[in-house]
């Protein structure tokens, strides 16, 4: 069936008290119902059974001993609802156990008061409080955090800004906010924070306000040899008292603890951990970690037992990509000994694996040549296993099988091992792109909005399409074909890895656009329209019906509106997109944001790094968008991120949208004070059995740590 709406206002049915929480249950019974059913079809009388049940248990003597529990009487459920449920007629809606519990509810406060919280890893917390009628700060509120056993941890009083923050060695539970009758409450745990998915902030986690970093001297070592590392810590807010102990343990691919030592005295944030393994250690994957102040940071280290190669191998071919129109051109494989002899008639084994790279081509570097719905997969192929000749040299033909139907240009990993006769092997490796196809098909499609890219409905879009040859240089084509499929909103539950092979490739999908087109000396178009009331996102892709080449990507269109969004009937928080005017700022500049906004209401913008709220800002929006600026400052590099939360007043009726949207966007920040060009100066050759001497500056003269 299908679900209908309705509604009933609760001010004719109570009188909202500010600061009370009412709770709302909605529920029915069969007898509400006007579902037609058979008289016959009723399911038991549960009344009747109940009262059958309770004239039972009143006969019972009264010498029935009080304590004998094995009579159901005394515990069993005298309910209602169990006496009349049937599992088999639970779906049965003419059956009154349809009806079992068969009810919502919800508690709604009765307040004006609107609560945003942030915390930070370091324990800080800031709180801001509006009104929700009218989006304006509320001054001079009581903030009180609560734990999880209603034990006040702090109370506090909110600004002039309607903030306040502190910070907190325990997580609050609850955050109670009172402004005279006005009450207010949120709860604080992890899972009711909003989600951040949808934006970029990837990137290392600052752990208790700390940072740190594992390194060596190499990348990989042998069993039996000494491993420098060393450790650099970065305590900005100074958490950690002097001396405190860093702790060093490396483990063996077991996970076994092998070495374990602790310092508790660095040089400017430099720790010295040398340590050593032994001949007989396992190889594989080791672990150094460092633990400091409650933080864990770990590096993987890598003992294997390496062999040198004795063998200069060197695989060349004629280009500097391989292709598929150029099958017949050979590779020249020359070997020799590393002493300059010539390697001869010794076999050597050319295997290769291709994998997905992007198609790019000069001056077309707008147009998209890659098809996001083929997922490509290959397995090592040998395409030369012979012997060399006298002179040390063979020809290598390379006859690439690509099975599966490649995106676009692939990428062929070559692996060469030269087997002397005694059967010890040298390797190398090399990559090169490789063409699966004789030309190919690109589409540029229109940028559309400028804070989320999207294209609106009920207008032409024009697409444009190039074909080149795999040099890149243009080439007409008569048969191109276009489909536009429509992507539904949860595609990817039933697909694998996240890729739009398997929803294109259903049978029971069809295109909503399919054409023909041709090119022109390597340029043509085609229209893109979708009309009311569809929106959502559309698969668009170009097939060149000659090459097999095809190109495609998904584009997102929805109605014209204020912030690109349809009536959705969406609830709670919405996603904001947002712009800034760079991508990289120096300290001492000014970040310009653009916000797309209504003419009512204001903005909430916080400058957040990894650990805590550096500044927060409000700013009252403007019809169409909002721009701010803020200046940069030493305590945001290297990074940080602007979070916007746009709030709306209660009663306002100029668009749909919820009355809080919010969004991220990172931003990064250089200190130029803080470069550091190190520059080192020794003989540029080292004798054996000979004192040498390296002098380690800065170029500037600025004061570093380093190690050598």
């Not at 109570?14 to 709302?24: L, N």
């Not at 030592?261 to 007989?280: I, P, R």
């Not at 909430?604 to 600026?629: H, M, P, Q």
């Amino acid at each position: 069936g299908k679900w209908n709406n309705y509604s009933f206002d609760l001010a004719q049915l109570i009188k909202a008290e500010p600061g009370a929480i009412y709770k709302v249950i909605i529920s029915f019974k069969k007898e509400y119902s006007t579902y037609k059913c058979d008289s016959s079809d009723t399911g038991v009388d549960g009344e009747a059974m109940m009262e059958e049940s309770m004239r039972e248990v009143s006969d019972v003597g009264d010498d029935e001993d009080e304590h004998d529990w094995d009579y159901y009487g005394d515990y069993y459920y005298d309910d209602y609802e169990y006496y009349d449920y049937d599992y088999d007629e639970r779906d049965n809606p003419c059956n009154k156990a349809y009806y079992r519990s068969k009810e919502v509810s919800r508690n709604i406060l009765a307040s004006d008061l609107g609560l945003i919280a942030k915390r930070g890893t370091d324990g800080s917390m800031h709180f801001i409080v509006t009104n929700l009628i009218t989006t304006t700060p509320v001054n001079n509120a009581t903030v009180e955090l609560l734990d999880y056993q209603l034990q006040v941890l702090k109370s506090m009083k909110t600004n002039a800004e309607g903030m306040c923050e502190g910070t907190f060695k325990k997580k609050p539970f609850l955050m109670v906010v009172k402004s005279g009758a006005q009450r207010g409450y949120l709860k604080l745990d992890d899972g009711s924070s909003l989600s951040l998915s949808a934006f970029d902030v990837s990137g290392e986690e600052v752990q208790k306000g700390l940072k740190g970093f594992i390194y060596g001297e190499r990348g990989v070592w042998r069993p039996g040899d000494t491993l420098f590392l060393s450790f650099i810590l970065e305590d900005k807010q100074n958490t950690l008292p002097k001396n405190h102990p860093v702790q060093f343990e490396l483990l063996n691919p077991q996970g076994q603890v092998f070495r374990k030592m602790t310092k508790t005295v660095g040089l400017n944030g430099f720790y010295n951990f040398t340590t050593t393994t032994e001949k007989s250690s396992p190889t594989g994957n080791w672990t150094a970690r460092v633990k400091v102040g409650g933080a864990w940071f770990t590096k993987n280290i890598k003992i294997e037992t390496i062999m040198p190669n004795r063998l200069k191998i060197k695989l060349a071919f004629p280009g500097d990509k391989l292709s598929v129109a150029h099958k017949d051109e050979n590779g020249t494989l020359e070997v020799k000994w590393l002493h300059g002899a010539i390697a001869k008639n010794l076999n050597a084994k050319v295997e290769v694996t291709l994998s997905e790279s992007n198609t790019t081509f000069k001056k077309y570097e707008d147009y998209n040549f890659d098809d996001a719905a083929r997922n490509f997969t290959s397995e090592a192929q040998t395409i030369f296993d012979e012997n060399t000749n006298a002179e040390g040299k063979a020809f290598v033909k390379p006859n690439l099988t690509v099975n599966d139907a490649a995106p676009g240009m692939l990428k062929a990993s070559f692996k060469i091992r030269v087997f002397e006769q005694g059967g010890a092997f040298s390797v190398d490796q090399f990559s090169l792109p490789y063409s699966p196809y004789e030309t190919y098909v690109g589409m540029k499609v229109p940028e559309g909005n400028k804070f989320s890219g999207m294209l609106v409905t009920d207008t032409n879009h024009v697409i444009k399409v190039a074909t080149v040859d795999s040099d890149g240089k243009p080439v007409s084509k008569s048969k191109l074909k276009v489909q536009v499929y429509k992507v539904g909103w949860r595609w990817w539950w039933d697909s694998y890895d996240g890729d739009l092979a398997n929803y294109v490739g259903n049978e029971y999908k069809q295109p909503i656009q399919d054409q023909v087109i041709s090119t022109v000396n390597g340029k043509g178009q085609f229209t893109l329209r979708i009309n009311r009331p569809d929106w959502g996102r559309f698969y668009v892709c170009v097939t060149d019906q000659e090459s097999g080449h095809r190109t495609g990507q998904t584009i997102y269109i929805d109605w014209p509106a204020w912030a690109g969004e349809s009536p959705k009937g969406n609830s709670g928080a919405t996603l904001l997109s947002f712009s800034s005017d760079k991508k990289l700022y120096n300290v001492g500049e000014d970040v310009n944001l653009t916000i797309p906004s209504s003419g009512e209401g204001r903005a909430l913008i916080s400058i957040e790094s990894g650990s805590k709220v550096i500044k927060a800002f409000w700013a009252e929006t403007k019809k169409g968008e909002t721009t701010f600026k803020f200046p940069v400052t030493a305590d945001m590099t290297p990074n940080v991120f602007v979070n916007v939360t746009m709030i709306q007043p209660h009663a306002q009726t100029l668009n749909d949208l919820p009355i809080r949207l919010y969004g991220v966007i990172p931003i990064s920040v250089e200190d130029p004070a803080t470069h550091l060009t190190p520059v080192i100066k020794t003989p540029e050759v080292w004798k054996p059995e000979t004192k040498s001497s390296v002098t380690v500056s800065e170029k500037d003269g600025k004061e570093m740590t380093y190690t050598i």
